[in-house]
């Protein structure tokens, strides 16, 4: 009997043919005999290595979620210093005790010399611009299409009366409202509270009316019943949902199906009180030169127009705007088309003033204040530092002297007793001065306003500059935080591959822990100082103790040593976007300065390829070099201007429509569902790896996620352009737009993450008979020399489909470019051998920088897209609408900070030491976060030393903010990042180990 003779097998590199095999069969390609003689000790030592990788991964993860927890200690401190608010009185405005003890006039309603109206209707029109109610000779969609307010203005003074009505910033309207009520300025911070308002804790003219036992009824916006939810009458409140800004028509419509019926029953209220969003959801939704801007515009002039005719003698109506919109329809900062909104008041009596001025007349927000209180006869609120408008108080012959010097003295005095709170208040000698001229002037009824109002007027100048002061110790503790933070950095930087993770995160827990908790209980037992303060100095303390060992050793041996003029170009790069930040030109220009940055990081690439030694390999570098700076010079075409930016800048980010998706990218992007993937393809054949799930997650995964994102901005666009399209006819437009969205998302960040988790390895083994020997057979394991970087990369993938969805058309195609650029990065640092440098992640900094920008995003307010959020769901639910919002502010940043471990994981095989390899992937995904930790500590260096610059709100301090936040986000993705590089190299180690 003839014996089989054994086969042999051998593993080649790239094979002819090939066979596809999963995982597990890569596993059976090992000879049975050969699994089953490993012994019990060999196991032992395979789980123990394993166990030692678990362990060196999680105290990774750990290591920088404790640098987290300091970075974030160091950024609560310097805010705490640096956003300060103004302080606030409880002080409460009573009838029985008046400002002054001898009016001007006999006072016959509390501080009133008269109460002219029995009712006030208050109609608030969000984001109603004063050019939306003036007539234009352009043709544009907002002009002309509410002119009710301005043709009754002029065509009856003595009734009505209409003016520029100027809000202070910021331009939210929480802000607008309370300082509508108050009568107070904000600060900047307060805008941060837009969306998590509560109760009024000051004085203001609704609290008032309560306190004098008036009905308050009230429909529309439902920040107002966050703010004053017990002073109006539980049986008259109707709140609509606010938030919603694709929504143009719920709000609008309660208002106006509640408000006539209110008229109706005039006998059960005082003041009605109606908020409607339609203008302003419109401006957020497609922009102020828009179809659907005018037909809101249209339906608030019908509306106005029978409110004129519904209301009677008695009763006074007034129509405002909160603040005004740019050129976009956003709002939140503090250009002149944001801050210019509308006054209109009208009585069907002859009742109003004609001053010579009025021509040319504007308001301040907080003159409202003083205004309506006197002629609801009502104190004036205790913080209210506005003055009265002239209009409603000289009569309808402007000769009512006296009531006008009434009214202007009372608020003076009220204004004078406010100033008494603060100790600097007798330090101004020119209000003195001014106050002898006002006592010496009562008697003189057409000089006494003028004297109460530069006294009111500069006052409010005062207050402004006092209420901008700064806590230099905690914004001083706050920049040693962060430093301290940048040195434990560094010096994991660099010695990282030198040292145990797992006992260094156990020294730091320890440490963290005790010293923490110990600094909180002592401060809040003892009450010397802030506990979260105390308990914050004493992490750092901990965490920066237990590493004080590593970075003596680290700097006594020389610091960090120049291996190359990469590391040298990589500092140059990250220092020159760091100081940007000192110059309000370099900082208003910080895309044009990163975009060209990347450029040059290209041609630098293309001229280093020469250096290198083969053909090949000089030819994929001075390809990769060029195509890097041109498409970096590509993607800087994709811009949204800010305002100081003037006209040097032209937004290209949306379209003709001002704050609406040009179709043209739409067209771009679904070309781009076709393309992207073939690219990504190529990288991938470089190595052989198109192959295991890479087919299924670039071919049809990617594919298919950015189809359902071409087809929601089409259905988007459909909404917006108003595109007749039978089938889409009809209300199920939106319900469809959600379902795509959730679909897209969902496959994404749950099922796609699910798939990459449980092993999705682009690899295969290739098998075939030797054409030499007959029992011989060859494989090869397809992928192999890229095992790593092509698995890895999948969880970019899963990413990117997650944020184009709730990026906007051009924004999408931006980020395809920057998937695109983080693979010719992969390939350029594999080329040049930069995978222990810096300069990776320095550019990965640079490029998650600049795509911020070519995304539709600036360091201002107005700039967040907050439309987005209601991409996955109808209504704000937390924390769907927050994720979406941060998915589109961070996509860039999510995913350079992702492709981190491809530095050092693209194209190599299987590693013998995965712990050696994990610390290196660890080094690298530290360095990104040092680069964002450096770009933050420049920037509350660069507040901290301009904070008496004249453009500090407006430029400076936002961008602190931005820095802030950036880094926060950082951190939350180095820690997920962390999480995903210790899953690829465990799992490939089990494999192949």
Not at 879 to 899: E, R, S
Request: aromatic share 12%; net charge neutral; with cysteine.
């Amino acid at each position: 009997m003839t014996s089989t003779p054994k086969k042999q097998v051998h593993f080649t590199p790239f094979p002819q043919e090939s066979k596809d095999l999963d995982a597990d069969e890569i596993l059976r390609a090992v000879p049975e005999h050969r699994r089953q003689n490993k012994s019990l000790e060999t196991q032992m030592s395979i789980k123990l290595a394993a166990r030692k990788l678990w362990n060196a991964s999680a105290s990774l993860t750990g290591i920088v979620f404790w640098i987290a927890i300091v970075q974030l200690v160091s950024l609560y401190l310097f805010t705490s210093g640096f956003l300060l608010t103004r302080p606030v009185f409880e002080d409460v405005s009573v009838c029985e005790e008046p400002p002054v003890e001898n009016s001007i006039a006999p006072v016959s309603t509390c501080w009133s010399s008269n109460r002219p109206f029995k009712k006030t209707v208050m109609i608030v029109i969000d984001a109603l611009r004063y050019d939306f109610v003036v007539p234009s000779e352009d043709n544009k969609y907002y002009h002309n299409s509410f002119p009710v307010l301005h043709e009754i203005a002029t065509a009856r003074p003595q009734n009505a009366f209409l003016s520029k009505f100027i809000a202070d910033p910021p331009t939210t309207t929480l802000q607008r409202l309370k300082g509508l009520t108050t009568g107070s300025l904000p600060t900047f911070i307060d805008a941060g509270s837009n969306f998590a308002g509560s109760r009024i804790d000051e004085d203001n003219w609704i609290s008032q009316l309560k306190n004098a036992n008036r009905t308050v009824a009230f429909v529309g916006d439902d920040t107002w019943t966050a703010l004053f939810r017990p002073d109006f009458d539980d049986e008259m409140c109707y709140p609509f949902d606010s938030l919603n800004v694709w929504d143009l028509h719920t709000v609008d419509n309660g208002v106006i199906s509640h408000i006539f019926p209110l008229l109706e029953d005039s006998h059960k209220w005082d003041v009605a009180i109606g908020h409607l969003l339609g203008v302003d959801h419109a401006g957020h939704r497609y922009g102020p030169n828009h179809h659907e801007m005018q037909a809101k515009l249209n339906q608030m002039d019908q509306f106005i127009r029978d409110l004129v005719e519904k209301i009677d003698d008695d009763t006074l109506l007034i129509v405002m705007g909160d603040h005004g919109m740019d050129s976009k329809g956003d709002h939140g900062g503090d250009t002149m088309l944001e801050l210019e909104s509308t006054l209109w008041m009208y009585s069907k009596r002859p009742y109003f003033a004609r001053p010579q001025t009025a021509g040319n007349r504007t308001v301040s927000q907080i003159d409202l204040v003083p205004t309506i209180s006197l002629l609801l006869g009502l104190p004036i609120p205790y913080n209210s530092i506005g003055f009265p408008i002239a209009e409603a108080f000289l009569g309808a012959k402007s000769n009512d002297y006296k009531s006008w010097a009434h009214a202007a003295y009372m608020t003076a005095s009220q204004i004078n007793r406010y100033r008494s709170k603060f100790s600097w208040s007798n330090d101004d000698s020119v209000l003195q001065d001014l106050w002898k001229s006002i006592q010496a002037s009562k008697s003189d009824h057409k000089k006494l306003p003028q004297l109460c109002e530069q006294y009111a007027r500069h006052s409010l100048e005062q207050f402004r500059e006092q209420w901008v002061k700064f806590d230099l110790n905690d914004m001083y503790s706050g920049i040693a935080v962060i430093l301290c933070s940048a040195a434990i950095l560094v010096a994991f930087v660099a010695r990282i591959r030198t040292f145990e993770t797992s006992s260094v995160f156990k020294n730091v827990s320890a440490a963290t822990v005790l010293l923490g908790g110990a600094a909180y209980g002592g401060a809040y037992f003892t009450k010397l100082v802030d506990p979260l303060h105390a308990a914050g100095l004493g992490v750092t303390v901990g965490v920066l103790g237990s590493s004080l060992p590593m970075i003596v050793r680290f700097f006594s041996s020389g610091g960090l040593k120049v291996e190359s003029w990469w590391t040298v170009l990589s500092v140059v790069l990250a220092s020159v976007h760091a100081l940007s930040f000192y110059s309000n030109s370099f900082t208003i220009w910080e895309d044009g300065i990163l975009h060209h940055l990347l450029v040059l990081v290209g041609v630098v690439f293309a001229a280093a390829s020469f250096r290198l030694e083969t053909v090949k390999d000089r030819t994929m570098a001075l390809w990769h070099g060029a195509v890097f700076a041109i498409l970096s010079r590509l993607v800087s075409f994709s811009r949204l201007c800010r305002e100081e930016q003037g006209m040097s800048c032209s937004t290209t980010y949306y379209g003709e429509l001002s704050s609406v998706n040009s179709p043209y990218a739409l067209v771009v992007l679904s070309l781009l569902v076709l393309i992207l993937p073939e690219l990504i393809k190529s990288f991938y054949n470089t190595s052989a790896s198109y192959t295991g799930s890479a087919p299924i997650w670039i071919g049809l995964g990617l594919r298919m996620g950015m189809f359902l994102a071409t087809v929601y901005w089409t259905l988007d666009g459909v909404d917006t352009y108003g595109w007749d399209i039978p089938l889409l006819r009809g209300t199920g437009l939106k319900a469809i737009k959600m379902m795509v969205a959730r679909t897209a998302l969902g496959a994404a960040l749950v099922a796609g993450n699910y798939g990459w988790y449980v092993g999705a390895l682009c690899v295969r083994v290739d098998v075939r008979k030797d054409e030499n020997v007959a029992a011989k057979v060859r494989a090869a394991i397809l992928g192999y020399a890229n095992v790593y970087g092509s698995y890895y990369f999948l969880v970019l993938i899963n990413a990117f489909v997650a944020v184009i969805i709730v990026t906007k058309p051009l924004g999408g195609m931006v980020l395809a470019v920057l998937l695109y650029q983080i693979l010719t990065l992969a390939e350029l640092i594999q080329l040049f051998d930069l995978r222990s440098s810096l300069f990776g992640p320095v550019v990965l900094g640079l490029l998650g920088g600049a795509y911020f920008f070519s995304t539709g995003h600036h360091a201002t307010l107005p700039a967040i897209q907050w439309e987005v959020g209601f991409i996955p769901v109808s209504t704000i639910t937390f924390p769907f609408t927050h994720l979406a919002i941060a998915m589109n502010t961070f996509a860039p940043l999510i995913l350079t900070t992702l492709a981190a471990p491809l530095v050092v994981l693209w194209k190599i095989p299987p590693n013998k030491n995965p712990i050696a390899l994990q610390n290196r992937v660890g080094g690298i995904i530290l360095a990104v976060v040092l680069y964002h930790t450096f770009i933050a500590a420049n920037s509350m260096v660069s507040a901290l030393v301009l904070r008496r610059h004249l453009m500090l709100w407006k430029i400076f301090a936002p961008r602190y903010m931005l820095a802030g936040v950036t880094l926060g986000a950082c951190n939350v993705v180095a820690l997920l990042t962390a999480m995903a590089s210790g899953r690829v190299i465990g799992y490939i180690n089990s494999l192949f180990g």
